[in-house]
Nanobody
Framework: QVQLLESGGGLVQAGGSLRLSCVGSGRTFSSLSTGWFRQAPGKEREFVAAISWSGESTYYADSVKGRFTVSRDNAKNTVYLQMNSLKPEDTAVYYC?????????????????WGQGTQVTVSS
C-alpha cells in the first residue's frame, strides 16, 4: 500500500511562485511513476505534469509548460512541483498520483494511488 501526502499549497498573487511537495510512504517509492493533476471548481480533473520513477523523464501539459517543473528526490520519497509565473487560471486543488510503472501516464484513471490534495489559489 502506498500513501501520498501533498503540501505547499496556499494563496499567492499572479506572477508569484509556489512549490508543492508530495511525500510517499513505503520503501519502494522510487519504483513509482508519479504525476500531478489539478481540479478547479466545476471542472474535471486535468493532467499537469508527470515524472518517471527515475526522474530522468518528465512530461507537461501545454498550459504549464515553461512555467512548472516537476522533480523528485527518491532518497526523501518526495516529488516536487515548482510553479512559477502563476496565473489566476492555475487556481485549483492539486493532487499527487502514483502508479507502479516504468512509463509515465497522463490520464487520471491510469494512476492507482492518490493524495488528498492541496489548495492553490492565485489572485489577480
Amino acid at each position: 500500500q502506498v500513501q501520498l501526502l501533498e503540501s505547499g499549497g496556499g494563496l499567492v498573487q499572479a506572477g508569484g511562485s509556489l512549490r508543492l511537495s508530495c511525500v510517499g510512504s513505503g520503501r519502494t517509492f522510487s519504483s513509482l511513476s508519479t504525476g500531478w493533476f489539478r481540479q478547479a471548481p466545476g471542472k474535471e480533473r486535468e493532467f499537469v505534469a508527470a515524472i518517471s520513477w527515475s526522474g530522468e523523464s518528465t512530461y507537461y501539459a501545454d498550459s504549464v509548460k515553461g512555467r512548472f517543473t516537476v522533480s523528485r528526490d527518491n532518497a526523501k520519497n518526495t516529488v516536487y512541483l515548482q510553479m512559477n509565473s502563476l496565473k489566476p487560471e492555475d487556481t485549483a486543488v492539486y493532487y499527487c498520483a502514483a502508479q507502479w510503472a516504468r512509463v509515465m501516464y497522463v490520464r487520471a484513471y491510469e494512476y492507482h494511488y492518490w493524495g488528498q490534495g492541496t489548495q492553490v489559489t492565485v489572485s489577480s
